[in-house]
């Protein structure tokens, strides 16, 4: 049987976005207080701007480090555990509500698209308190495979 070789495609922003737009499983990455990384593994999503945009709650730790340091890292997975994946590094900005409101029906509009009843949405996100995570991409790395080296293929 052929062995798996291992890839790295380097892309420029449209073919990244357009990669991670399809795919909502993403580890972000942010900084902790003593300097150790936190990971969170997040449902996420692309907004217009080729944000990512990720729902949280305003007291949750990947919340609280942002605000504390914006510099974060999302590796955005496929569904298949052996797909193809990317890291990204970007600067990542909280908004809370009332401001995060709108933004949260575009996170829910590009992960599961239309809702049957946006009022009932959006006064659910009021009661939860809901925050919107924003992450200007920066920079990422090649869209990798994971596998042998190719000098061990057969």
């Known amino acids: 049987m052929a062995r798996s070789i291992a890839s790295n495609t380097r892309v420029d922003?449209?073919?990244?976005?357009?990669?991670?737009?399809?795919r909502h499983r993403v580890l972000l990455m942010t900084t902790r207080s003593d300097g150790r990384p936190q990971s969170s593994?997040?449902?996420?999503?692309?907004?217009?701007?080729?944000?990512?945009?990720?729902?949280?709650?305003?007291?949750?730790?990947?919340?609280?480090?942002?605000?504390?340091?914006?510099?974060?890292?999302?590796?955005?997975?496929?569904?298949?555990?052996?797909g193809p994946?990317?890291?990204?590094?970007?600067?990542?900005?909280?908004?809370d509500l009332p401001e995060a409101l709108e933004p949260l029906v575009g996170y829910f509009r590009s992960i599961s698209g239309e809702h049957p009843d946006w009022d009932e949405y959006r006064a659910a996100m009021a009661r939860?308190?809901?925050?919107?995570?924003?992450?200007?991409?920066?920079?990422?790395g090649p869209i990798a495979?994971?596998?042998f080296p190719a000098r061990l293929a057969d």
């Open 85 to 95: 994946w990317v890291q990204v590094d970007g600067t990542a900005e909280v908004l």
């Open 128 to 140: 939860q308190g809901k925050s919107l995570i924003r992450v200007t991409i920066d920079d990422w």
């Open 145 to 147: 495979t994971g596998g």
């Open 41 to 82: 593994p997040v449902a996420c999503g692309v907004d217009p701007e080729g944000r990512l945009v990720i729902s949280t709650y305003p007291e949750r730790a990947k919340a609280r480090n942002i605000r504390r340091d914006p510099r974060v890292s999302a590796c955005v997975l496929s569904d298949d555990w052996d």
């Open 13 to 22: 922003r449209a073919a990244l976005i357009e990669f991670i737009r399809p």
